[in-house]
């Protein structure tokens, strides 16, 4: 090896290196990004790039009253809710309720007859 070809091996091994520790990366790594307590977080997912999910909105207040999306979370794929006391409803765009409970989550993907996420509301009730 001569000294000219040293720098040459050497970012040869560092692209191995990158390449490694993209295709060891655990699948929560590639998942949704974290809602944060106490938050209740709304997601969609890409479709292309499943399980990859975009955080559309998140909301941490209180209300007696809905909280309209306005914005992209309307029709979201996923809802997670971390806090530990409270429950969140969902308001659906053919007036169902989806009620999910303290640090759980609830997937509208599947979810039949076809309707979308419009709303939230937070309560301070511990359960359902």
């Not at 050497?10 to 809602?35: D, E």
């Not at 944060?36 to 790039?49: M, S």
């Not at 309209?68 to 309307?74: D, E, K, L, M, P």
Request: contains cysteine; aromatic residues 10%.
């Amino acid at each position: 090896m001569t000294f000219s070809s040293r720098p040459l091996i050497m970012a040869g091994l560092g692209v191995i290196g990158a390449t490694a520790a993209l295709v060891t990366a655990s699948p929560a790594s590639a998942a949704a990004p974290a809602c944060p307590y106490p938050y209740v977080c709304f997601y969609n997912v890409d479709d292309l790039n499943h399980p990859a999910a975009k955080m559309t909105g998140k909301y941490q207040v209180v209300t007696s009253g809905w909280q309209w999306f306005t914005g992209s979370s309307y029709g979201a794929d996923l809802v997670v809710n971390t806090r530990n006391d409270d429950v969140a409803y969902v308001h659906m765009s053919n007036g169902t309720v989806i009620c999910v409970e303290n640090n759980s989550r609830h997937s509208f993907i599947n979810d039949e007859p076809l309707r979308y996420a419009d709303g939230v509301r937070i309560s301070s009730a511990a359960n359902c």
